[in-house]
């Protein structure tokens, strides 16, 4: 009885001790997995915010529109101003001055001023000259023009031609193109005048060349013909077309 019962105690024991010895021991793996999800997500999400970083860098290129030539906007218009006969200091012209176009554009302050004087004898000479005032407040000359009749013992025309139509801006570069035309003869009957309007631009001259045009009856009229310059076939498109409407404008004598 007694060795049933001491055989019995040992038995508890050890079922007692293997318990506590199982409790001892680590916990399972499965109850690691966690951790291990945890720095999976954590490196996919690295890696996540590097492809969004790289896309961010990818679209950069777009966002950034590369360097393109803007085209240079114009940043005076070309205005017609009020011829004064006064000039100003630095300005001449030949003879007595006895007509004027004036105007402002890009480059600034310019007037086409037409004189006129005797020569010799029986001579007259017509002259225009294209100032422009520089930068610094100086006149400068751009070019100049010249109508000249050398001898004439019977009557003299020489007389230069403007209007509003006379300043434009038809190529659109703010650069303003001066327009005039002039008649020129000596004559002792009825009969046509030399013609011509010139179209000049920053130093550039086109020119309608022929006879003025005159009545000779209700019915009747003579002259009125001209012929462009060769230049036109490369001047600014618009040129030709304003050169004969003025020509049109002011061929009638």
């Not at 019995?8 to 109850?31: F, H, R, S």
């Not at 690691?32 to 290129?61: F, I, L």
């Not at 310019?110 to 100032?131: P, S, Y």
């Amino acid at each position: 009885m007694n060795r049933n019962r001491i055989g019995y105690g040992i038995v508890l024991a050890g079922l007692a001790l293997g318990v506590t010895l199982t409790g001892c021991e680590k916990p399972p793996q499965d109850d690691a997995e966690p951790a291990e999800a945890e720095t999976v997500e954590a490196e996919a999400s690295a890696e996540s915010k590097v492809e969004d970083n790289a896309g961010d860098e990818e679209k950069k290129p777009e966002a950034e529109a590369p360097d393109q030539e803007e085209p240079v906007q114009p940043t005076t218009k070309v205005e017609q101003t009020k011829f004064a006969d006064t000039l100003p200091e630095g300005v001449s012209v030949e003879g007595k001055v006895v007509d004027g176009i004036a105007w402002t554009d890009a480059k600034g302050a310019n007037m086409v001023i037409f004189g006129r004087k005797l020569t010799g004898k029986t001579g007259t000479k017509l002259q225009a000259r294209h100032w422009r005032q520089s930068e610094g407040g100086d006149w400068e000359q751009v070019r100049q023009f010249v109508e000249l009749i050398d001898e004439c013992e019977f009557d003299t025309t020489l007389e230069p031609l403007t209007g509003d139509w006379s300043v434009t801006d038809l190529d659109e570069d703010s650069v303003g193109e001066a327009t005039f035309a002039w008649r020129s003869a000596c004559r002792s009957d009825v009969s046509p005048a030399t013609h011509k309007v010139l179209v000049i631009e920053d130093g550039e001259k086109y020119v309608l060349r022929g006879d003025s045009k005159m009545r000779l009856s209700q019915t009747e009229w003579i002259g009125g013909d001209y012929k462009a310059d060769p230049a036109f076939a490369t001047a600014p498109e618009g040129f030709l077309a304003h050169a004969e409407k003025v020509w049109k404008a002011t061929v009638k004598e």
